[in-house]
C-alpha cells in the first residue's frame, strides 16, 4: 500500500490554487507542497545542480523536466513526517504524469484532483495585481501569456485524464475565496482520506 495521500490541486495561473491550499491545510490538516515553489526554492539553493536550468524553464514560462520535480516533491514528503498532501501546480502535462507514475507508483496515491476554472481574463487580471507584490518573476503580461497557453494545450489534457477516472472535483474559482471554499469543503468531506 502507497505510503502517501496526494490530492493534485490544478487550474490556470492565478485561478485561486495557492489561497485554497492555505485553507485546505489550515482546515484539513495536509501538508500543501507547491511544485512551482519547491522549484523557485531549488533555484535560489546555493549549490543546487538544478538552479540554473530551473530558472530558465520559468523565465521561458516553460515545464521543468518531471525528474527534477518529482524527486523535489518526493524529498519535501520524506522531510515531512506526513501523509496528506495537496500537491499544487502538478501535473502540468502528459510527460509529468507519466514521470510521476514511474516514479511514484507505490508511493502515493492520487486521491482526488480539485480543479479551480477560471477564465483567461480573470487570470491575467489576478497575477498581474499579484505581481506587484509578489517579487515573482512570472507574474507578468508576457510570461503570463506563455502560461495560460502552456496550461491550455498541456494542462488541460491532465484534467480530463483524471476526469475519466472519476477523480476531478471541478470548482468555480472566479467565485470568492470564501465562496469557493464553502465548495472545497463539500468535496473533501464528502471524500474521506
Partial sequence: MA??????????????KGTQCENIVRDFG??????????????QRPGSKYGEEIEGHIKNG??????????LLRRAMEQSGKDRFLIDGFPRNKDNLDGWNDAMTGVADVKMVLFFNCSEQVCIDR?????KTSGRSDDNLESLKKRIHTYTSSTM??????????????????????????????ALDSFKL
Fill in 3 to 16: 505510503k502517501y495521500n496526494v490530492v493534485f490541486v490544478l487550474g490556470g495561473p492565478g485561478a485561486g
Fill in 62 to 71: 516553460s515545464i521543468v523536466p518531471v525528474q527534477i520535480t518529482c524527486s
Fill in 127 to 131: 497575477c498581474l495585481d499579484r505581481g
Fill in 157 to 186: 489534457p491532465i484534467i480530463d485524464h483524471y476526469r475519466a477516472l472519476n477523480l476531478v472535483q471541478e470548482m468555480n474559482g472566479e467565485k470568492t475565496p470564501d465562496e469557493v471554499f464553502a465548495d472545497v469543503k463539500k
Fill in 30 to 43: 495536509f501538508v500543501h507542497l507547491s511544485a512551482g515553489d519547491l522549484l523557485r526554492e531549488e533555484r
